[in-house]
């Protein structure tokens, strides 16, 4: 059973503040993907890691891939009111994507 | 060019009762997945299908079916619903050539049990 673990589960901030969302596994992953979900909506693909240690950066947004491939973390700079939502992690196993719990992040004005 | 659409949006219904819900891939994409996420939880995957056929299937019981048509809109059906099937269903479309299992996820339909 591939299991993927996201901290914090809930994380509140003001507009301006980083953070930082972990996502762990003991298993290894081909690929891993981060997705952000905001409420009546389905999950929108951010951004797809592939290499151990590989880092990717998407404006305010940086993801990294750990060097085994078992986790991933998603850094935001300067975080805004838009960014509200929910972070969820998922790791690519052969035809199916594994979900973590996800991440609520509130930004505050 | 239009996104993944389902439907319908909202549903209830009650204990023991079958339901069906739709779903219509993203242009070009030929293969559909579905998800259940319950509430506070990320999405489960159900099972994935790819010309016609069921490819992949996730923890479920048997009382989760579905189908897929030629033009690759795909159906989940649900027998004998229990309170627990409660949650928002998610049907995510993706092209078998494209590389990482890219899905584009679509609105979902939240089905409700009573």
């Known amino acids: 059973t591939q299991l993927l673990e996201q901290s914090p589960q809930f994380l509140s901030i003001q507009e301006g503040e980083n953070l930082t969302v972990y996502c762990n596994s003991s298993?290894?992953?081909?690929?891993l993907q981060w997705y952000r979900q905001e409420p009546g909506e389905g999950p929108v693909l951010l951004v797809t890691v592939v290499t151990g240690g590989e880092v990717k950066k998407l404006k305010r947004l940086t993801f990294q891939f750990g060097d085994a491939r078992k986790d991933s973390s998603l850094h935001i700079t300067a975080a805004q009111p838009g960014d509200t939502g929910l972070y969820l992690c998922a790791g690519i196993y052969g035809n199916k994507l594994v979900f973590g719990a996800g991440t609520i992040l509130r930004v505050k004005s | 060019d239009a996104g993944v659409t389902q439907s319908p949006t909202h549903l209830i219904k009650t204990r023991g009762q079958q339901v069906t819900l739709r779903c219509s891939p993203k242009?070009?994409?030929?293969?559909v997945s579905w998800y259940q996420q319950a509430l506070g939880q990320g999405p489960q995957f159900i099972f994935q299908?790819?010309?016609?056929?069921?490819?992949q299937r996730g923890n479920f019981p048997d009382r989760f079916s579905g189908h897929q048509f030629p033009n690759y809109s795909s159906e989940l059906n649900v027998n004998a619903l229990l309170l627990g099937d409660s949650a928002l269903y998610l049907c995510?479309?993706?092209?078998?050539?494209?590389?990482?299992?890219?899905?584009?996820f679509g609105p979902g339909t939240r089905l409700t049990v009573l």
């Open positions: 242009s070009g994409h030929d293969t």
């Open positions: 995510a479309s993706s092209s078998d050539r494209r590389p990482y299992n890219e899905q584009f």
């Open positions: 298993s290894v992953f081909s690929s």
């Open positions: 299908y790819y010309e016609e056929e069921e490819r």
